[in-house]
């Protein structure tokens, strides 16, 4: 119960940053430096911890 809890958190964060990223992207007039350096790291990050979370649901329910 407390590893689907943690997963469900670790999930919802990694889609709000996601999200988050995307939208603020569009909306906001934004420096170059911002749009082409900073928000690639933050999707990044976001899909990182996306995909670290499917893996490890996988590791657990496959062993």
């Known amino acids: 119960m407390k590893q689907k ?3 469900l958190i670790l999930i919802v964060i990694a889609l709000v940053t996601i999200l988050a990223t ?5 909306i906001a007039d934004i420096s170059i430096f911002h ?5 690639p790291l ?3 990050a ?4 996306f995909a670290f979370v ?4 996988s590791e657990i ?3």
């Open 5 to 7: 809890l943690i997963t």
């Open 22 to 26: 995307l939208i603020h992207g569009m």
């Open 35 to 39: 749009g082409m350096v900073i928000h």
């Open 42 to 44: 933050i999707l990044l």
């Open 46 to 49: 976001g899909i990182s911890l």
């Open 54 to 57: 499917k893996k490890q649901n």
């Open 61 to 63: 329910s496959h062993g």
